[in-house]
Nanobody, 125 residues
Framework: QVQLVESGGDSVQAGGSLRLSCAAP????????MGWFRQAPGKEREKVAT???????SYADSVKGRFTISKDNAKNTLYLQMNSLKPEDTAMYYCAAGRTFASCLARSPGAFGTWGQGTQVTVSS
């Protein structure tokens, strides 16, 4: 049963922008931490950005200043605005929900209990 549904992935040129969405009915209000992860072929899944239920955000160093995570509680949707995209941003992007604030502090994807199926982002040079 799919509980988080990502959308918005696409193929773009370097320097372009995309906005990813994650439909998360029932999770935006329940989860104390929501996050975006990504996984490139042959690499481990890495945390990109997180947002706590109180609005505090955090970002991986590789995306700071370029990506913005946000959520709309009324629409039950999590977003990831990605600007100045680089070829190294190419990956499958996943949204995830964690029950506690501690999930936002953890590096491991295992700290998040609910996942979507992912949306592909491809950035060409």
């Amino acid at each position: 049963q799919v509980q988080l549904v990502e959308s918005g992935g696409d193929s773009v040129q370097a320097g372009g922008s995309l906005r990813l969405s994650c439909a998360a009915p029932g999770f935006i209000g329940w989860s104390n931490c929501m996050g975006w992860f990504r996984q490139a072929p042959g690499k481990e899944r890495e945390k990109v950005a997180t947002i706590r239920s109180d609005g505090i955000t955090s970002y991986a160093d590789s995306v700071k200043g370029r990506f913005t995570i946000s959520k709309d509680n009324a629409k039950n949707t999590l977003y990831l605005q990605m600007n100045s995209l680089k070829p190294e941003d190419t990956a499958m992007y996943y949204c995830a929900a964690g029950r506690t604030f501690a999930s936002c502090l953890a590096r491991s994807p295992g700290a998040f209990g609910t996942w979507g199926q992912g949306t592909q982002v491809t950035v060409s040079s």
